[in-house]
T-cell receptor
């Protein structure tokens, strides 16, 4: 089955800095790469996703990049703000059958004012 | 628009008691799933369903039962609660098309004493 590794487990930055979280995966058939954000006391929420036919997707201050050859994808947050503090999860999906999200341990991002 | 609704939000049980965690969605999603979240462990899949009348086990199914008699509801039953089941439980749903956004409830914090 798919093996997804996410790094780092904890990331501490100053407000205004950029943050990058990287995930590597093993299944070359994976073609769907979403990122979820979980704020304290809430359920995870999709913030951005990318499919294998594109290499990068942006939405305001967040972006996801995908390198299918190297089997890794990254979440980039620019001009971080305290409200970006949360746990972020990367996931993968592939065609054929149901897609039930399988989460790893996530990255705890702390943005210091 | 309610989305995914979980009840109760908080619950304290004594060891050996039984209870049902309720989950309902109003988006006509085929896929529904239950996760538990423990400190440092991310979200682990307990059970999932790809449609009414169909359920399957996830990563940590022991001690839990599910049923899916309607598209809207996916209750999680603890038959004999144990302290190891102290956790935060999340229910999620997503469209049958798969590889799309999963919507999560606000969670149920369960303590077993």
């Amino acid at each position: 089955g798919e093996n997804v590794e996410q790094h780092p487990s904890t990331l501490s930055v100053q407000e205004g800095d950029s943050a990058v979280i990287k995930c590597t995966y093993s299944d070359s058939a994976s073609n769907y790469f979403p990122w979820y954000k979980q704020e304290l006391g809430k359920g995870p929420q999709l913030i951005i996703d990318i499919r294998s036919n594109v290499g990068e997707k942006k939405d305001q201050r967040i972006a996801v990049t995908l390198n299918k050859t190297a089997k890794h994808f990254s979440l980039h947050i620019t001009e971080t703000q305290p409200e970006d503090s949360a746990v972020y999860f990367c996931l993968t999906g592939k065609p054929g059958g149901s897609y039930i999200p399988t989460f790893g341990r996530g990255t705890s991002l702390i943005v210091h004012p | 628009n309610a989305g995914v609704t979980q009840t109760p939000k908080f619950q304290v049980l004594k060891t050996g008691q039984s209870m049902t965690l309720q989950c309902a969605q109003d988006m006509n999603h085929e896929y529904m799933s239950w996760y538990r979240q423990d400190p440092g462990m991310g979200l682990r899949l307990i059970h999932y369903s790809v449609g009414a009348g169909i359920t399957d086990q996830g990563e940590v199914p022991n001690g839990y039962n599910v049923s899916r008699s309607t598209t809207e509801d996916f209750p999680l039953r603890l038959l004999s609660a144990a302290p190891s089941q102290t956790s935060v439980y999340f229910c999620a749903s997503s469209p049958r098309t798969g590889h799309t956004e999963a919507f999560f409830g606000q969670g149920t914090r369960l303590t077993v004493v």
